[in-house]
């Protein structure tokens, strides 16, 4: 979607996401925050423990097994499949604190 925010993506489409698939809390059992620069950014936190059960909270929780920092831009860019996270790590545009709970965001983004 052009014009699409972060904002809009953490209540909207992975809320959305997150309901198609229930037992995702189970698979992934993990909480991540988000970090995200520029003038669209924030923090969010999206726990996806058996206890959080895909509970997405603006701001920090402080309870995060991984935190994601990255601009606002390259993030709505990731999530819509228009850049590599993979790449974006590459060349220090995207950092994770755990790489290992980073590669289960796949299912969600």
């Keep these: 979607m052009p014009g699409q925010t ?3 993506i ?7 996401k997150l309901a198609a698939k229930p037992n995702l809390t189970e698979e992934v059992n993990a909480s991540y925050e988000f970090n995200i620069s520029g003038d669209q950014g924030g923090v969010w936190t999206v726990d996806l423990t058996k206890e959080g059960a895909g509970k997405i909270t603006e701001g ?12 606002d831009k390259l993030f ?9 996270a993979q790449m974006a790590v590459m060349t220090g545009k995207l950092k994770l604190s755990n790489m ?3 590669l289960k965001l796949t299912k969600i983004i």
């Design 6 to 8: 972060p904002k809009e």
């Design 10 to 16: 953490f209540e909207q489409d992975i809320p959305a």
């Design 60 to 71: 920090s929780t402080g309870k995060a097994g991984c935190v994601v920092t990255l601009a």
């Design 76 to 84: 709505v860019d990731i999530f819509n499949k228009k850049s590599n």
């Design 100 to 102: 290992g709970l980073a």
